[in-house]
């Protein structure tokens, strides 16, 4: 009821708006910038390795158990995380490389002063222009994981806060309704007036859309499972995702496959089972 939703004493609200907006804004933010750095196909199994830390981060502080299979399956996560931040290279350093051998043939031929120059300029272009498309990638590799540790630490804190005998629909009513307005203040503060002219309504619907499946009905079910199972076992079950988002980004979204991305969705999704095993 709506006297339940917004009766809850200090520490109950602290832990589940606290857990909702480190792990639905503060992590999301994050990982928005992520992919856009690395894309989906490899930023989503980094960041959805949060199981790992959930389970870890409950030993720690004594919320769970140690089991010797969510063990070999945080092993095996840790694995396939790195296979998949591995598998593919920034399409920047793919097209320097394709590009440096050109360079390469045309310093053996006879040149003027002028030519030497242009192709010391060009030289040095291509040298900045993979430097930072490797810095590109290993800050996207450091917000997907920022992003899993969010996730993770959310995920207890709403756990933990639901212990208190709160149902699950009065606990989601309170947290959705109290981050709200945090999250329109974010995005009015990263905006700025600069998307404006970026934004359709195409763009608008379909953020609607994902919005009401996600944060809607998918956040209802996901604090539904927190209030009958355990951090790690929910987090661990809803992190499957990949062999959704995988597909799909390559798909729609044009992505690159490789054996190693391909490799490391599979190994992510058997430790993920394990976990939950």
Not at 46 to 69: K, W
Not at 75 to 88: D, E, R
Not at 174 to 203: D, E, H, Q
Request: proline share 2%.
């Amino acid at each position: 009821t709506l006297k339940e939703t917004f009766s809850y004493n200090a520490k109950t609200g602290l832990l589940l708006v606290g857990g909702s907006l480190l792990g639905v804004v503060i992590g999301d933010v994050i990982f928005y910038f992520s992919q856009q750095l690395i894309g989906l196909s490899k930023a989503y199994p980094i960041a959805v390795s949060y199981p790992l830390v959930t389970y870890l981060l409950g030993i720690a502080f004594h919320f769970e158990t140690y089991d010797f299979f969510k063990i070999q399956g945080v092993l095996l996560v840790v694995l396939g995380v790195y296979l998949v931040s591995t598998s593919t290279e920034d399409q920047s350093i793919l097209t320097i490389r394709q590009s440096a051998p050109t360079v390469e043939i045309t310093t053996r031929k006879e040149r003027t002063k002028e030519e030497e120059e242009i192709i010391a300029k060009k030289i040095s272009e291509i040298a900045l222009e993979k430097k930072k498309a490797k810095q590109k990638i290993i800050l996207g590799i450091l917000l997907a994981t920022t992003t899993a540790f969010c996730w993770a630490i959310g995920t207890i804190m709403m756990d933990q806060g639901l212990k208190n005998n709160v149902s699950g629909i009065s606990a989601n009513a309170y947290r959705i309704a109290l981050i709200a307005p945090a999250s329109v203040l974010i995005f009015l503060a990263g905006n700025r007036g600069k998307l404006k002219t970026k934004f359709n309504w195409k763009s608008i619907l379909l953020v609607l859309i994902a919005g009401i499946i996600g944060n809607t009905i998918g956040s209802l079910l996901y604090v539904f499972a927190l209030s009958f199972t355990e951090a790690s076992t929910t987090a661990a079950i809803s992190a499957a995702a990949p062999l959704i988002a995988t597909p799909l980004s390559i798909l729609f979204l044009k992505e690159r496959v490789s054996f190693r991305l391909i490799l490391g969705t599979l190994l992510t999704t058997t430790g993920i089972w394990l976990i939950i095993s």
